[in-house]
Nanobody
């Protein structure tokens, strides 16, 4: 499985960006996709996740009400719509996929539970 993250850029505080994570190679019927981010000198942290049909979603407290995760299964793509961006959202954003346990009751929010990762896309929010 290959994941390609894109859509990052430089925006002013209060602006919006939409990140895209496109999956290719081996595909799976059931999976969980997640977004994480890593700011300079900080550990990678959970941002959001959803299951394969988009029915279940999960958000970190820091982004609730501002970010929306969605999926387009026909395109094997997951999106992260980011609104009301703040300087503290500045980070490299990574998408990951869990294919080993996609039917779990609780969407995972730790790095170890994701099996494949994309290369990351830089988001910079200026004040």
């Amino acid at each position: 499985v290959q994941l390609q993250a894109s859509g990052g850029g430089l925006v002013h505080s209060g602006g919006s960006l939409r990140l895209t994570c496109a999956a290719s190679g081996r595909t799976f019927t059931y999976y969980i996709m997640g977004w994480f981010r890593q700011a300079p000198r900080k550990e990678r942290e959970f941002v959001s996740a959803l299951n394969w049909n988009g029915v279940r979603t999960k958000y970190a407290d820091a982004v609730k009400g501002r970010f929306t995760i969605s999926t387009d299964n026909a395109k094997n793509t997951v999106y992260l719509q980011m609104n009301s961006l703040k300087p503290e959202d500045t980070a490299v954003y990574y998408c990951g996929v869990d294919v080993d346990n996609p039917l779990r009751a609780v969407l995972p929010d730790t790095l170890a539970e994701y099996d494949y990762w994309g290369q990351g896309t830089q988001v910079t929010v200026s004040s």
